[in-house]
């Protein structure tokens, strides 16, 4: 029978709270095995060309420097066959070509770090430089566009009753996790040892495995905690393979930590993007027909590309449908996922949009949502497994306040700063990914669950030992769950949203097989009080195994296992990921909310309040879930109004490479006012426990509620991210 719910929808504290806010919690570049060297590179400083020479001597000449490798003495790399995820976007050292601004030319490793830093700075590059292209604006896109269409939208537009013909464009935003990259590789005869900064444990290893032509059992990554990565970690890069290459070239451990700068070229970026919208609609504002001309940058050297056209696709009921996204080649580092990728640009052009049209129509852009709702997903034509789109929309405005919003723009005041409210729709796929975990009930009654799953900030540890807590009867104090290490059962990466539903599914299946495993032993052990019980009325909770129509016959785990001289039970849990072909549209949904007060007379823009509603089905931790949700509010808050990666054109340089000149939203930039929603419900349809991911979705609607805010506001339609005090003034 089911399992009472104990510790699954209870806001618990993190299992590992203390540690990391002890500095226990021991991150990659913690790592030092004895005998440890230390590795820094030295970056290109032209943005495309070739590199015609390396004076390497003085570098080699200081006390401490144990070698310096650059395509001149690198070892040649095996060929690497197939797509993402084995082989990095661009290999170590492998030829004299200069691809972008800060690319790895060399690697200086010596017995120190202050000594590596100095000799990497002693290391002189020559470089034919060639001109470089780095404006997405002045540059023409590729081949192969990705495009779609339903109807006829263009001969829908002529006849359309409103017409919007709008552009948008956002900046490049970098992932400016906490913990910088970096690396700890050993080599132990033919085996590596990685201790990496990895969203995906199992990726890495297939990475490593492929970079250097060996077996993947010769590989071992451990990422037991990383300190951030907003999908910046979720493949490996190049330094990482450098690190591997020096440890072996010299036959010690070496370690190598990215600075911050250095972040900034080589381990990706949410691409800049230019969005032309067409919107058709009648008069009453349903919507007959759209276009979405879209492109944003990538490096020549992989072509990355996102979900971007998804929201404009199936977010509205909209019979004519035309889009055509292309990616433009540039001399930059290759890009890469960022949280929410595509989907938040997507959501920020096609939401603006609608609240545009809302606005010209005189409709609450509420209502016009709601008239637009669709039946069905009209991409796919699959029914939605849930969309409760409509309660977001319902409880966003009742708990808001919305009722107190003036349509009329600059109609509200507070002394010199103009008030408005806005609001944004958010959609963002359901991924499920293969993954396993293995499941110990040891004689004393605690349990041991392990896989190579990743914990980069959301706190998979805790969520999954609820899980395991709930199926298995006990309490979480009795629970242990381990992470992050690719000796253990492996599992998806770590990313769009895949953990809860991937590995949670995965720790119930195993669970549920282990407690199956002792419910056989008791009801089928003559000396058991539970001998006899059909086990399907068998309750376990506490630790304690029972019948469930009297409680008072029963017995611990402890009890079970001793008298059978048993000194452990196992499983192994599996899940299966996504089906080959979905029956359904599976998606999460968000409704944002947002309060903005503009100085009238200096363009500033403050958020003073924000509620964030979304249809994310069971929630497991609503502590955890909060975390996730306040946490977008306030990347969003920076992708709105902050975050612009600034490039020199002239090299390809990033200006801004620092979190000085990088802005990112700071406790003075936040309020106190931000409040997350849960609407009630599960969604088994995508999963065996009933969840949806929730880390992107609550990101997706966050910038365009607040544009829509600052137009309530202002008057003023900003259709360029981050929308800034010169564009208001």
Not at 78 to 105: I, K, N, S, T
Not at 148 to 177: C, F, M, P, Q
Not at 320 to 331: A, C, E, H, I, S
Request: contains cysteine.
């Amino acid at each position: 029978m089911s399992q009472p719910q104990a510790a699954v929808g209870a806001s618990v504290a993190r299992v590992d709270a203390r540690l990391r806010v002890t500095g226990g919690s021991k991150y990659a570049a913690d790592n030092s095995p004895d005998g440890v060297v230390h590795a820094v590179l030295v970056d290109s400083t032209v943005g495309r060309g070739r590199i015609t020479g390396i004076d390497a001597r003085a570098a080699e000449a200081q006390s401490g420097v144990v070698k310096v490798i650059s395509h001149l003495n690198a070892p040649k790399l095996p060929p690497v066959e197939g797509g993402y995820p084995p082989g990095v976007p661009l290999r170590a050292f492998q030829d004299d070509r200069v691809r972008y601004f800060g690319q790895a030319v060399a690697v200086v490793v010596a017995t120190t770090l202050e000594v590596a830093q100095h000799a990497a700075s002693l290391v002189k590059v020559s470089y034919d430089a060639e001109p470089v292209s780095t404006d997405i604006a002045a540059a023409e896109s590729g081949g192969n566009p990705e495009t779609y269409a339903r109807g006829d939208a263009d001969k829908a537009l002529e006849a359309a009753d409103v017409k919007l013909d709008l552009a948008y464009k956002t900046a490049r935003n970098h992932h400016n996790a906490i913990e910088a990259f970096g690396v700890v590789a050993r080599w132990d005869g033919d085996r590596l040892t990685v201790w990496d900064k990895t969203q995906w444990v199992l990726g890495a290893v297939m990475t490593m495995a492929a970079e250097f032509g060996m077996e993947q059992e010769k590989v071992r990554v451990i990422s037991p905690v990383v300190g951030g990565g907003f999908g910046s970690a979720g493949r490996t890069w190049v330094h990482s393979v450098i690190a591997a290459m020096a440890a072996r070239e010299v036959e010690r451990p070496v370690k190598l930590a990215l600075t911050r700068k250095q972040t900034y070229a080589g381990v990706g970026y949410r691409p800049a993007y230019e969005y032309a919208l067409r919107l058709g609609s009648d008069r009453r504002g349903r919507l007959t027909a759209s276009t979405h001309d879209v492109r944003s940058e990538t490096s020549r050297y992989e072509t990355y590309t996102e979900s971007v056209l998804v929201p404009g696709r199936m977010l509205y009921s909209t019979p004519n449908v035309r889009q055509v996204y292309g990616t433009v080649p540039l001399d930059v580092s290759t890009s890469f996922f960022m949280r929410g990728p595509g989907y938040s640009i997507g959501a920020f052009a096609v939401e603006t949009a609608v609240d545009e049209l809302a606005h010209g129509l005189g409709i609450d852009p509420i209502e016009l949502r709601l008239r637009n709702e669709p039946a069905e997903d009209e991409s796919t034509k699959l029914p939605f497994s849930t969309r409760r789109l409509r309660d977001c929309y319902t409880t966003g405005a009742r708990e808001f306040g919305w009722h107190r919003r003036s349509p009329k723009p600059r109609s509200t005041r507070d002394g010199d700063w103009l008030i408005g409210m806005g609001m944004a729709a958010g959609v963002y796929d359901t991924q499920r990914g293969e993954a396993q975990v293995s499941v110990r009930l040891d004689a004393d009654g605690t349990a041991l669950l392990q896989s190579a799953a990743s914990d980069m900030g959301p706190g998979t540890a805790t969520s999954m030992t609820q899980v395991a807590a709930d199926a298995l009867g006990l309490t979480m104090r009795q629970v242990t769950f381990r992470l992050g290490d690719s000796l253990m059962p492996p599992a998806t990466g770590h990313f769009g949203s895949r953990t809860m539903a991937s590995v949670g599914s995965a720790v119930q299946d195993g669970c549920d097989k282990l407690r199956g495993q002792a419910i056989a032993l008791a009801v089928g052990d003559e000396a058991s009080p539970l001998h006899g019980v059909d086990p399907a009325d068998v309750v376990v909770r506490g630790g304690r195994l029972y019948a469930k129509d009297n409680p008072a016959r029963g017995e611990t785990y402890r009890q079970l296992l001793d008298r059978n001289n048993r000194t452990h039970l196992e499983a192994l849990g599996s899940y299966a990921g996504a089906p080959q072909t979905e029956r359904y549209s599976l998606y999460a949904y968000a409704a944002t909310f947002a309060e903005v007060a503009v100085d009238a007379r200096l363009g500033l823009v403050r958020v003073r309040r924000m509620l964030g509603v979304y249809d994310a089905a069971r929630i497991i931790s609503p502590k955890l879930a909060d975390s996730q949700a306040l946490g977008a509010m306030v990347g969003g808050i920076g992708q709105a109004l902050l975050e612009h990666t600034v490039t020199d054109h002239r090299d390809g340089r990033i200006v801004n490479a620092n979190l000085a000149d990088y802005l990112v939203p700071v406790h003075a930039d936040i309020p106190t006012d931000l409040k997350a929603i849960y609407i009630d419900g599960e969604d088994y349809k995508a999963d065996p426990i009933g969840v949806k991911g929730l880390g992107e979705i609550v990101m997706i609607g966050v910038a365009p509620a607040i544009a829509n805010a600052v137009f309530n506001a202002t008057g003023r339609r900003i259709r360029e991210l981050p929308i800034t005090p010169e564009a208001l003034l």
